[in-house]
């Protein structure tokens, strides 16, 4: 039986099986390296991990014991960081998780590249893998996709060599590394049920694989019940409302037809991250279903290899469960890596027929695949720029100094806040924040799920001292609700980067920086803080 963890995809040599290794932790540096890009959400996690290093407790605010995180990883792993390194120093953490990220990537195509079938698939399969600029992104931005593809992969990999306790300790990981980690492993292993092979695990296998994966959860998951009150994270809560609703159940019901022959979330994993504020050519909509569709065909295909049957069908049920949670595009990584997967294997399978023997009809193929890669390494650039400008101009121009102006102003750190970013603002201002959709705020769960959801009626409802929205926010307000926010705040100052985004010449996606550009700040009308 193989090394579940062997390099070695057939028909490679020695060297030029760690030469993949080395680019698939590359790819992801490189792209670090040129946008310097950190996650909104990563300082929600971070600020967490700091009242931990500093003996305060896991939480974002001191006093409030709240699940303010999803991966127990992710806030772990910083505040490891933080106390190995002996700095708070958002930047040296963030460089510390970059290259253990990039390391962990590498270890992931380690994994993968043993049960590629030959040469042309693992090509295929690492040169998306390698230019997708959603793994590269939300690898080394502070978000815990690295870990989390790593343990699945590790899991799909067990699974198809028949090492339930490997796989078990992988499922394991994966729910350390996000709750619903079972949901990624579950969707692989189902075709490791159906799809047939010499040896396939039985039901002691599946129980062994599911008691190892609970003993190594259960930790976490009785030490958040204990601690918390509930094990599940409040962020779960603040964005799951809309889980198992009619609109999300309609959706799923339609969810075959829509991926062959409609629009479909599905389609969106092979877009850029934020593709939905605009500014992209309407053309890439048919690469996302070209891909989708291939990796749908693959698992269909029983002349495709195992593997790549598994991992395409392990795409296609991802994307029912996608089409029920919230629409962002961390979470879609992973199972673009299924459907790369898929896809290297059916190149492989169409290029072994008889009818492709002839040069003109491989040539075909090759071309199209190459026009593909071609498509995706403009995307790892294209995003690249466009992330690169939002860190500069957004994230560090608007943001983290919005933060420090309210830091500066308030009354003291119990001043409260009510706006949606928690990220930069929360962290740089050390206030007390009250966001919306309620990720560190109960109090702003309980008052959506009553009915108030407006900007303006969730601030007055809030009392908060401050209030920020950001132009798009504010321009959505009816009258009523702008008369409402005006009785009981008064515009303290505005940040406003929108002419430079402007300035930039070539910005693909800069609808999505245009969002972020603008903000107004309120300040409660009986607040003693000095106007600016």
């Known amino acids: 039986m193989p090394n579940p963890t062997s390099p070695s995809a057939p028909g490679f040599t020695r060297q030029q099986t760690w030469l993949l290794v080395l680019l698939a932790a590359a790819s992801p540096a490189v792209f670090a390296a040129v946008t310097d ?22 939480v974002y605010e001191v006093g409030r014991r709240l699940h303010v995180f999803t991966s127990p990883l992710g806030v772990l792993l910083p505040s490891g960081f933080a106390k190995l390194l002996g700095t708070e120093d958002p930047l040296l953490v963030m460089q510390a998780f970059r290259v253990f990220s990039c390391l962990v990537l590498a270890a992931a195509w380690a994994v993968v590249a043993g049960r590629l079938p030959g040469i042309m698939a693992a090509l295929v399969t690492a040169a998306f893998w390698f230019l997708d600029p959603k793994l590269a992104a939300y690898s080394t931005n502070g978000m815990e996709t690295a870990l989390l593809v790593l343990f699945v992969l590790l899991a799909w990999r067990a699974m198809l060599d028949g090492r339930m306790v490997v796989a078990g300790l992988a499922l394991g990981g994966a729910m350390w590394t996000r709750p619903d980690g079972f949901v990624f492993v579950g969707a692989l292993a189902v075709g490791v049920m159906l799809f047939p092979a010499e040896r396939r695990p039985g039901w002691r296998g599946w129980l062994t694989m599911a008691v190892t994966a609970g003993v190594v959860y259960l930790p976490w998951f009785a030490w958040a019940w204990a601690y918390y009150g509930t094990p599940v994270p409040n962020t779960i809560q603040a964005k799951g409302t809309h889980l198992l609703s009619a609109d999300s159940l309609g959706s799923l019901a339609t969810y075959p037809w829509r991926y062959f022959f409609g629009r479909s979330t599905v389609h969106d994993a092979f877009l850029p991250p934020y593709f939905f504020f605009g500014g992209w050519p309407d053309w890439l909509g048919w690469y996302g279903r070209v891909l989708a569709v291939a990796a749908a065909v693959v698992a269909a295909w029983p002349r495709c290899a195992r593997p790549a049957r598994i991992a395409g069908l392990g795409f296609v049920l991802g994307g029912a469960y996608l089409t029920v949670t919230t629409r962002a595009p961390w979470y879609f990584p992973m199972w673009q890596i299924m459907a790369y997967i898929a896809i290297g294997g059916g190149v492989t399978a169409v290029a072994g027929l008889p009818a492709m023997r002839g040069a003109l009809r491989r040539g075909v193929l090759f071309a199209g695949v190459g026009l593909a890669v071609a498509v995706q390494a403009w995307l790892f650039v294209a995003v690249a720029v466009q992330l690169r400008e939002q860190q500069r101009l957004i994230e560090w121009g608007l943001r983290a100094p919005l933060g420090r102006a309210l830091a500066k102003a308030a009354r003291s750190p119990q001043d409260t806040v009510f706006l949606e970013p928690l990220g930069y603002i929360g962290f740089y201002s050390g206030l007390s924040m009250r966001d919306t959709p309620g990720l560190c ?83 409660r009308r009986d607040s003693a803080a000095p106007a600016r």
Not at 46 to 57: A, P
Not at 496 to 521: I, N
């Open 37 to 58: 890009n950190i996650w909104e959400d990563f300082f929600i996690t971070y600020r967490c991990s700091l009242n931990l290093v500093r003996g305060e407790g896991l």
């Open 441 to 523: 705020a109960p109090e702003v769960i309980r008052l959506r799920r009553a009915g108030t959801l407006a900007m303006s009626s969730l601030a007055t409802s809030l009392r908060t001292d401050w209030a920020i929205l950001r132009g798009m926010e504010f321009l959505r307000l009816s009258p009523a609700e702008r008369a409402e926010l005006e009785k009981d705040y008064m515009l303290w100052t505005v940040f406003d980067e929108r002419e430079k985004v402007q300035q930039v010449g070539w910005l693909p996606g800069r609808d999505f920086l245009l969002f972020d550009a603008h903000y107004s700040v309120w300040r």
